[in-house]
């Protein structure tokens, strides 16, 4: 009996097939297990030398199950520790890494510098309906703002009864969703992607603008100029900046302005905020009461500041970007050449 269990013992490959050796010999239904039941009803003189063998059976198969098991164990885990070898002195796989693009880092530099003046972001659709683009910022069908816009018209088949819609020529329709959001007082900005028919060193089809809203109970023109003051002042990163506003004409301002900023251009290099030179930044003026009207804002209660910059005009000022046309070409040389990608 002794052999056969340790020769048992000695072959189970796994521990599973250790404890099927385990209880056959000293589970409760055992072979060992009942041979000690019978001692019960065994003469005590029997009992003695019997009970005795049996004890010492039992203890030495006992062993012999634990130190297999303890065998087992380790040939398990030298297996494992084989197989799931690792070299951590191995180099790393260079992974090519990318970067933001140029006009989002500006977008979210702009974003930040107005969230320091409690400007909120809006956002409005790209395909933009007619009335949102041109009607309710009081530019009416006939009106010859809209041919200067230069605008993409959505395609409608004929029979389509949906309003026509446009490829937003600007972010202004922006403000009279804000309006329409939350009603006054509103300070807002709307940075988006606007589109005109349009392609030349300083123009492509697609390009970026921020629009700036605020409305409320007596804002006026000075506020207008302040704020943007202290945005050029962080955007540019120079002690102070000069603006010079001129007198101009949007249809949803009045008065508008047109906003330049001084600057010097020696030996072609452009510097921001000081010399003879006035270059033009933006659009502004004071929110035209139709325009507050439309976005359902009484004109007699409140007023309002716009303002509207192109985000790739102020980048390329910003960095010394001749060509804006090279910030849609993906060219990592470009990129890399600005310090845009690593
Ligand atoms: N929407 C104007 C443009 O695209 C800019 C502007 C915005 C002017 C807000 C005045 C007020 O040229």
């Given at each position: 009996?002794?052999?056969?269990?340790?020769?048992?013992?000695?072959?189970?490959?796994d521990?599973?097939?250790?404890?099927?050796?385990?209880?056959?010999?000293?589970?409760?239904?055992?072979?060992?297990?009942?041979?000690?039941?019978?001692?019960?009803?065994?003469?005590?003189?029997?009992?003695?030398?019997?009970?005795?063998?049996?004890?010492?059976?039992?203890?030495?198969?006992d062993?012999?199950?634990?130190?297999?098991?303890?065998g087992?164990?380790?040939?398990?885990?030298?297996?494992?520790?084989?197989?799931?070898?690792?070299?951590?002195?191995?180099?790393?796989?260079?992974?090519?890494?990318?970067?933001?693009?140029?006009?989002?880092q500006?977008?979210?530099?702009?974003?930040?510098?107005?969230?320091?003046?409690?400007?909120?972001?809006?956002?409005?659709?790209?395909?933009e309906?007619?009335w949102?683009n041109?009607?309710?910022?009081?530019?009416p069908?006939?009106?010859?703002?809209?041919?200067?816009?230069?605008?993409?018209?959505?395609?409608?088949?004929?029979?389509?009864?949906?309003?026509p819609?446009v490829?937003?020529?600007?972010t202004?329709?922006?403000?009279?969703?804000?309006?329409?959001?939350?009603?006054?007082?509103?300070?807002?900005?709307?940075?988006?992607?606007?589109?005109r028919?349009?392609?030349?060193?300083?123009?492509?089809?697609?390009?970026?603008?921020?629009?700036?809203?605020?409305i409320?109970?007596n804002?006026?023109?000075?506020?207008?100029?302040?704020?943007?003051?202290?945005?050029?002042?962080?955007?540019?990163?120079?002690?102070?900046?000069?603006?010079?506003?001129?007198?101009?004409?949007?249809?949803?301002t009045?008065p508008?302005?047109?906003?330049?900023?001084r600057?010097s251009?020696e030996?072609?290099t452009?510097?921001?905020?000081?010399?003879?030179?006035w270059?033009?930044?933006?659009?502004?003026?004071?929110?035209?009461?139709?325009?507050?009207?439309?976005?359902?804002?009484?004109?007699?209660?409140?007023?309002g500041?716009?303002?509207?910059?192109?985000?790739?005009?102020i980048?390329?000022?910003?960095?010394?970007?001749?060509?804006?046309?090279?910030?849609?070409?993906?060219?990592?040389?470009?990129?890399?050449?600005?310090?845009?990608?690593?």
């Open positions: 009996l002794r052999s056969t269990y340790l020769d048992r013992i000695a072959a189970a490959g521990e599973t097939a250790l404890e099927q050796v385990r209880l056959s010999a000293l589970g409760k239904k055992g072979e060992i297990s009942g041979l000690m039941k019978e001692l019960g009803r065994m003469t005590p003189e029997e009992r003695q030398t019997r009970g005795a063998a049996l004890n010492r059976l039992r203890d030495e198969v062993a012999a199950l634990r130190a297999r098991r303890e087992l164990e380790n040939a398990a885990l030298d297996q494992r520790l084989k197989s799931e070898w690792l070299d951590v002195t191995l180099p790393g796989r260079p992974r090519p890494r990318g970067t933001i693009h140029p006009v989002s500006v977008t979210e530099e702009v974003t930040a510098i107005f969230a320091d003046m409690g400007f909120a972001v809006a956002e409005g659709p790209q395909i309906s007619d949102y041109f009607d309710a910022l009081n530019i069908p006939e009106h010859p703002a809209r041919q200067e816009h230069d605008t993409f018209f959505m395609h409608r088949d004929p029979g389509d009864d949906r309003p819609h490829l937003r020529t600007h202004s329709p922006v403000q009279i969703r804000a309006m329409q959001a939350t009603g006054a007082p509103i300070r807002v900005i709307a940075p988006g992607r606007v589109y028919m349009d392609m030349d060193q300083t123009h492509t089809p697609m390009f970026h603008q921020v629009e700036g809203l605020a409320d109970r804002i006026s023109m000075a506020q207008l100029k302040w704020t943007l003051e202290e945005f050029c002042r962080a955007f540019f990163e120079v002690p102070s900046v000069e603006l010079r506003f001129r007198a101009s004409h949007f249809p949803f009045e508008s302005a047109e906003v330049d900023i600057c251009w030996g072609g452009l510097k921001i905020g000081e010399g003879n030179s270059l033009e930044i933006l659009g502004s003026g004071m929110v035209h009461p139709k325009v507050l009207k439309a976005g359902g804002i009484d004109p007699e209660q409140w007023q500041f716009a303002f509207g910059m192109g985000i790739d005009r980048a390329m000022l910003k960095y010394g970007i001749p060509d804006l046309r090279a910030f849609f070409e993906s060219d990592l040389r470009w990129l890399r050449h600005y310090g845009f990608a690593a």
